[in-house]
C-alpha cells in the first residue's frame, strides 16, 4: 500500500497566521514553493497561501503586502490528510475538493506536502489523468 507519507515532499514549513505577505513571499523564495500552509496560534493548520493568493488577492487589489497577514488571506476549510492514509485517498480528497497541493499530518503536526509534482512521480499515468480531470474539470 502506498501512503501519503510515501509520496509527499517532507520538510514542509508553516507561516504562522500573523505573518505578512511579504515575509511568506521571501520564505517561499528561500524553500522554493510556490505554497505555504497557515498555522493559527496552536499550530493547527487553519489556510494554505499560495504565491498566486500574494499576487491577485493582494497586490494586485493594491494592498500593501507587508500589512497584509496569511491569516487574512486564509478562506475556507483547510484540507489535510494524514500521513498513513492509502494514496486512493489522497487523490479523492484533492479531487473532491480540486485541490493541487495537500498538507500531510502525522500526531496532528505537519510532515510534508503533495503537490502536483509529486503525484506525477510516484503515481500511473492512468492515475495521474483521472486526478487532472477531477481537479482541473471546469466547476
Do not use: F
Amino acid at each position: 500500500m502506498t501512503t501519503a507519507g510515501d509520496i509527499m515532499h517532507p520538510g514542509a514549513q508553516w507561516i504562522p497566521a500573523h505573518e505578512t505577505l511579504d515575509r511568506a513571499a521571501q520564505l517561499m523564495r528561500t524553500l522554493n514553493v510556490g505554497a505555504l500552509p497557515i498555522s493559527d496560534e496552536n499550530e493547527r493548520l487553519c489556510g494554505i497561501l499560495t504565491d498566486r493568493d500574494i499576487v491577485v488577492g493582494c497586490v494586485a487589489m493594491g494592498h500593501d503586502p507587508s500589512k497584509v497577514t496569511a491569516g487574512d488571506m486564509a478562506k475556507g476549510t483547510p484540507r489535510w490528510v494524514e500521513a498513513t492514509a492509502d494514496v486512493s485517498e489522497v487523490l479523492a480528497e484533492m479531487k473532491d475538493h480540486q485541490i493541487r497541493r495537500l498538507p500531510v499530518i502525522d500526531n496532528k503536526r505537519l510532515v510534508g506536502m503533495i503537490s502536483e509534482a509529486d503525484l506525477a512521480q510516484h503515481l500511473s499515468e492512468e492515475q495521474i489523468a483521472s486526478w487532472a480531470e477531477s481537479v482541473y474539470a471546469k466547476s
